[in-house]
């Protein structure tokens, strides 16, 4: 996870169109295994919140639309006020036997 956030953080920096990085539900022991990989993680410009995501939405009065790649959809356009929710999990282990 540490990884993942970690590029997100790097290829959003570098875009064309960058926007806000906030994680939701940041556990002490994620905090630890960050500051060990990224020790200037705190430099970033993300907001990592120990609040989970639920909370965070309705303190915000943000609605959101969660991306996955199991859909048939697409989508089109996103608007400057929209809220998108990109998973962060990844099982690695998921396809092997």
């Known amino acids: 996870m540490a990884a993942q956030m970690c590029r997100s953080y790097a290829l959003n920096r570098r875009s064309q169109y960058p ?3 906030v994680a939701t539900g940041v556990s002490s022991k994620f905090r630890e295994t960050i500051r060990k990989a990224y020790p ?3 430099k970033w410009d993300v ?3 120990d609040t989970d995501l639920e909370t ?3 303190e915000q009065n943000l609605s959101a639309c969660y991306l996955t790649a199991d859909t ?3 989508l089109e356009d996103v608007g400057s006020k929209d809220t998108l ?3 962060g999990l990844v099982d690695r282990n998921r396809h092997k036997v």
């Open 19 to 21: 926007f806000n990085l």
């Open 40 to 42: 200037d993680y705190l």
């Open 47 to 49: 907001q990592f919140l």
């Open 56 to 58: 965070f939405l309705s």
């Open 72 to 74: 048939d959809q697409s």
């Open 85 to 87: 929710i990109i998973g």
